[in-house]
T-cell receptor
Framework: KNQVEQSPQSLIILEGKNCTLQ??????????LRWYKQDTGRGPVSLTI?????NTKSNGRYTATLDADTKQSSLHITASQLSDSASYIC????????????FGKGTSLLVTP | NAGVTQTPKFQVLKTGQSMTLQCAQD?????MSWYRQDPGMGLRLIHY???????DQGEVPNGYNVSRSTTEDFPLRLLSAAPSQTSVYFC??????????????FGPGTRLTVL
């Protein structure tokens, strides 16, 4: 069972609209959570990092939130643009030794004109 | 900085053939890893390395070998290609494996088809 669950699996919205992507995780002990954006045919790129003490962080039109108590994060995209069409991947890092990254399967977002 | 580079971008193999996917980074990162990405499966870890001379297996290591003789290079070898290895392969590097310095920098990917 994947310990980092993302929803929805896919989403279609009109250009200019807002949307929110969800990431729920069960892994512990928690170190940080990153959201990556992956454009078609390219490697993922980090959008934002959330640590245990942070509730919200913005990167332009992208705003990430974290509730470490309920183990939930969201990525809110404001005033969507066609260039936001991509896959968004949630990655949770554990605070243990060795390989500590846990990947969600991603949400595929399509922004249409 | 070129970041993380991968070659080739595309490759077609026949079942049973072997090949090496190349990965290099110029950021002096200690941590490097290989992932495969399949539709509906997300990114899955194949092998990783925490420094030159040190490698370890990930979630799906069967059929693949790695070595890390230098900090910069981390090649992935397919020993005897199988159709199940048809996938997109990504190499990534980071300053650390954990903590706030563990942002993964991904290469552009290699799209591999095994016939």
């Amino acid at each position: 069972k994947n310990q980092v669950e993302q929803s929805p699996q896919s989403l279609i919205i009109l250009e200019g609209k807002n949307c929110t992507l969800q990431c729920n995780y069960t892994v512990s002990p928690f170190s940080n959570l990153r959201w990556y954006k992956q454009d078609t045919g390219r490697g993922p790129v980090s959008l934002t990092i959330m640590t245990f003490s942070e509730n919200t962080k913005s990167n332009g039109r992208y705003t990430a939130t974290l509730d470490a108590d309920t183990k939930q994060s969201s990525l809110h995209i404001t005033a969507s643009q066609l260039s936001d069409s991509a896959s968004y991947i949630c990655v949770v890092t554990l605070s243990n030794s060795g390989y500590a990254l846990n990947f969600g399967k991603g949400t595929s977002l399509l922004v249409t004109p | 900085n070129a970041g993380v580079t991968q070659t080739p971008k595309f490759q077609v193999l026949k079942t049973g053939q072997s090949m090496t996917l190349q990965c290099a980074q110029d950021m002096n990162h200690e941590y490097m890893s290989w992932y495969r990405q399949d539709p509906g499966m997300g990114l899955r870890l194949i092998h990783y390395s925490v420094g030159a001379g040190i490698t370890d297996q990930g979630e799906v290591p069967n059929g693949y070998n790695v070595s890390r003789s230098t900090t910069e290079d981390f090649p992935l070898r397919l020993l005897s290609a199988a159709p199940s290895q048809t996938s997109v392969y990504f190499c990534a590097s980071s300053y650390r494996s954990g903590g706030a310095d563990n942002e993964q920098f991904f290469g552009p990917g290699t799209r591999l088809t095994v016939l």
